[in-house]
């Protein structure tokens, strides 16, 4: 029995496993770097809520159709569905929309653009405004929306 030492009991196994997830995706960027992250839920098909930095987020140069209709809640579904497969989630703000909500360019875990998935997907549109203005915080990301557009 030299080699008892050498196991791991269960419990420092959960222990190590927990607070290696909690460390890697379960707290909120540093408030320095100017990103907010960690999982999000959706609230529209173009806002979510990122409860680990209390932050509601609208998607930057997302148009969505209102929850009044159906089409709005299509893409409410399909912006949850995203998030079930992709989470947690990366958002760079780039202003802030007249109600406060916090405007930012999203990626998921596998860096890929939020925005650009759900115009693939169909389900929203671009919001040109932000996109294709002077002011335009991220120019580099157009041709990502261009190969996006189905």
Same mark, same amino acid.
Not at 1 to 15: C, D, E, I, T
Not at 54 to 65: K, Y
């Given at each position: 029995?030299?080699?008892?030492? #050498?196991?791991?009991?269960?419990? %420092?196994? &959960? ?5 290696? #997830?909690?460390?890697?995706? +379960?707290?909120?960027?540093? @408030? !320095?770097?100017?990103?907010? @992250? ?9 806002? #979510? ?8 987020? %609208?998607?930057?140069?997302? !148009?969505?159709?209102?929850?009044? /209709?159906? !089409?709005? %809640? ?6 949850? %569905? ?27 875990? &596998?860096?890929?653009? /939020? ?5 693939? @997907? +169909?389900? *929203?549109?671009?919001? /040109?405004? !932000?996109?294709? *203005? @002077? ?9 990502? &929306? ?5």
């Amino acid at each position: 029995m030299a080699f008892k030492s #050498l196991q791991a009991s269960p419990v %420092r196994v &959960y222990v190590a496993t927990a607070l290696t #997830l909690l460390t890697t995706f +379960g707290t909120p960027a540093k @408030a !320095e770097d100017g990103l907010i @992250a960690g999982n999000a839920i959706t609230v529209t098909g173009d806002t #979510l809520f990122i409860a680990s930095a209390d932050a509601t987020v %609208r998607l930057w140069g997302l !148009e969505t159709p209102a929850m009044s /209709l159906p !089409e709005g %809640r299509h893409s409410k579904a399909t912006m949850a %569905r995203l998030l079930r497969h992709c989470n947690p989630i990366k958002c760079e703000p780039a202003g802030t929309a007249p109600d406060g909500t916090v405007v930012a360019r999203c990626i998921d875990f &596998y860096g890929k653009d /939020l925005t650009a998935l759900m115009i693939k @997907a +169909g389900v *929203g549109s671009e919001r /040109l405004e !932000e996109t294709r *203005g @002077a002011n335009s915080r991220f120019p580099d990301v157009w041709p990502i &929306y261009e190969e996006a557009k189905p």
